[in-house]
């Protein structure tokens, strides 16, 4: 069976910057502030100042390091950089010189950032003052020169993007200006390249995820599409209402969050993205009070401290809508979250393939059931199992997805290219989910599943319970090899506790989850306390790295059995 959609609209056939800077479709002015730093918003640019900004740094890209010169596409301009105002200045102005845009997360070692690099065959490289040397590390791994490698400074005021060779400064020596293509054939727009992304490795080695221009111009769109519907029906019932759009980029920009939820969307939506270099939960609670934040998309780990912190109080009081994404948030925490904030939190899931979020609840509409939301307009789904036949309603399965925000796939990867899509075009998700009651809802990730005499545990089913305990600040789930030699796996959750007085021991752990939760969920691997959950820069858990650390582990204790 297909899911459709509520609704599907006439996309434009237009590439992004026109859509941000020339279309109508965009609710920005061009005194509109686009980017701000949030300690010094007086370290801003407008949207006018953006577009000159861009085609400025363009004729740089172009003239001095040959971005685009043989053809729109080829060349590759990777940033690892902390969170500055004129990052998304480095992703417009790279793609108007006809080059392709590529993110690696600051905390990459040399020999990750390296690998990446090589794979995505990067022409030039963009640091930042804290990542200069891993950068220039890796550079020397892969012989690119030091005359490729570029520093942005553009927080407390500072603008500058020097040169590691020389020190020249290119932002004050971009005098002169080139334009970007418009672009109108919808072939042109569906095929052409401009950001490289690279899928978070939770499961295997990262791929080069390929998003062309309508892709992302269909995610910056759509989900607007949706909110301004909620805005005319917010305005027919109250004439006095009214909504000023405002964003605290908080979470690293390096990932499809970042370049589609910072860059782009809200260049649309019409207001500021306030930038902080990283988060820390005063700051952040501090920006959202006095910013007057009224859109607010994190994760679920954040909105955990948000729940159970004691330093919130109410300063999330300007929050219109907000959202939850990277990871499923159970029904609990979602509940106390919205206590805590005042409004509304929706989940959206989606993935780096699919452009950012594929599913978006109308923000009138709320529902506590732990659903995903609503697919986007203009998308299609199918839940299959694992014949590939459609799942009944209600039975689990495999996500199949298409629509425009889907991409055509993996970067210099044919084989992993054809293995994610279906023969009739449908890309295979690998998330598990179900459909009930007209909602749909994730289950897990198909290759997190723990499977426990023939019978599946999924980790967030026992992560979301376990979140709810009052003490519990943060909690992983993964299945470990059953030493018996049978082939089973046994649950075992990773948690950290909060401070202050009173715990939980192992066993209270084990035993809520025994009066919570079927036989074969119990925690038979235990219990295991640590510091901090391993998680990659959009929030997701790295559950390889502590399958790593449990065979590590059972190594060297001679694989003792766990205690059941």
Not at 174 to 200: F, G, N, P, V
Not at 264 to 280: D, E, L
Request: hydrophobic content about 40%.
């Amino acid at each position: 069976m297909q899911y459709l959609p509520e609704k599907d609209y006439d996309l434009p056939c237009i590439d992004l910057l026109s859509l941000i800077f020339d279309s109508e479709l965009a609710w920005t002015q061009e005194d509109t502030v686009l980017h701000a730093e949030a300690a010094i918003v007086t370290n801003h640019v407008t949207k006018a100042e953006a577009r000159s900004w861009t085609q400025r740094l363009a004729h740089v890209w172009r003239n001095r390091f040959g971005i685009g010169e043989h053809g729109p596409g080829k060349n590759v301009v990777l940033c690892a950089s902390s969170n500055q105002v004129f990052l998304p200045l480095i992703f417009y102005s790279v793609i108007a010189a006809g080059g392709v845009y590529s993110a690696a997360s600051a905390s990459l070692t040399p020999s990750e950032l390296a690998e990446q690099m090589e794979h995505g065959g990067t022409d030039v490289i963009v640091a930042c003052p804290e990542t200069r040397e891993t950068v220039t590390l890796a550079a020397r791994l892969c012989g690119i020169p030091l005359s490729r490698i570029l520093v942005l400074e553009s927080m407390g005021n500072k603008r500058s993007l020097s040169t590691v060779a020389d020190g020249e400064d290119n932002l004050m020596r971009s005098m002169h200006k080139l334009d970007w293509e418009r672009i109108t054939d919808a072939e042109t727009l569906e095929q052409r390249l401009i950001c490289l992304l690279y899928s978070s490795g939770t499961t295997g080695p990262p791929k080069g995820v390929m998003i062309s221009n309508m892709n992302m111009v269909s995610e910056a769109i759509l989900p607007q599409y949706m909110i301004r519907a909620y805005l005319a029906r917010r305005k027919d019932a109250d004439p006095n209402f009214s909504f000023d759009y405002r964003t605290l980029a908080h979470l690293p920009a390096a990932h499809v969050a970042g370049c589609q939820g910072y860059f782009s969307n809200p260049a649309i939506a019409g207001g500021p993205v306030y930038w902080m270099p990283k988060f820390n939960l005063p700051d952040f609670l501090k920006y959202c009070e006095s910013l007057k934040i009224s859109y607010l998309s994190t994760v679920p780990p954040i909105y955990l401290l948000i729940a159970k912190s004691p330093l919130v109080k109410d300063q999330f009081k300007y929050l219109v809508h907000a959202q939850s994404g990277a990871a499923p948030m159970g029904s609990e925490l979602q509940t106390l979250t919205q206590k805590r904030l005042g409004c509304f939190v929706s989940q959206t899931w989606g993935l780096t393939e699919s452009t950012g979020g594929f599913t978006t609840m109308p923000w009138d509409r709320n529902d506590l059931t732990g659903s995903i939301s609503p697919i986007l307009p203009n998308t299609r789904v199918r839940i299959v199992g694992e014949d590939e036949r459609d799942a009944d309603e209600g039975s689990r399965g495999e996500i199949l997805i298409k629509g425009p925000i889907v991409t055509k796939g993996y970067f210099k990867d044919p084989e992993a290219t054809a293995n994610a899509f279906t023969a009739e075009g449908w890309f295979r998700t690998g998330d598990v989910g179900l459909r009930k009651n007209g909602m749909f809802y994730i289950v897990d990730r198909k290759k997190e599943l723990i499977k426990y005499k023939g019978l599946q545990v999924a980790p967030a089913e026992l992560e979301a319970l376990l979140l709810g305990l009052e003490k519990v600040q943060d909690v992983a789930v993964i299945g470990i090899p059953d030493p018996d030699g049978s082939g089973n796996e046994l649950p075992r959750a990773y948690v950290v506790m909060g401070t202050g007085p009173g715990s939980l021991s192992a066993e209270q752990i084990k035993a809520h989850v025994k009066s919570n939760l079927a036989q074969h969920k119990q925690l038979r691997g235990g219990v295991v306390f640590v510091d901090v959950i391993p998680r990659n820069a959009s929030g997701k858990i790295l559950r390889r790295k502590l399958r790593e650390d449990a065979q590590r582990e059972s190594r060297r204790q001679g694989q003792a059995q766990p205690k059941l």
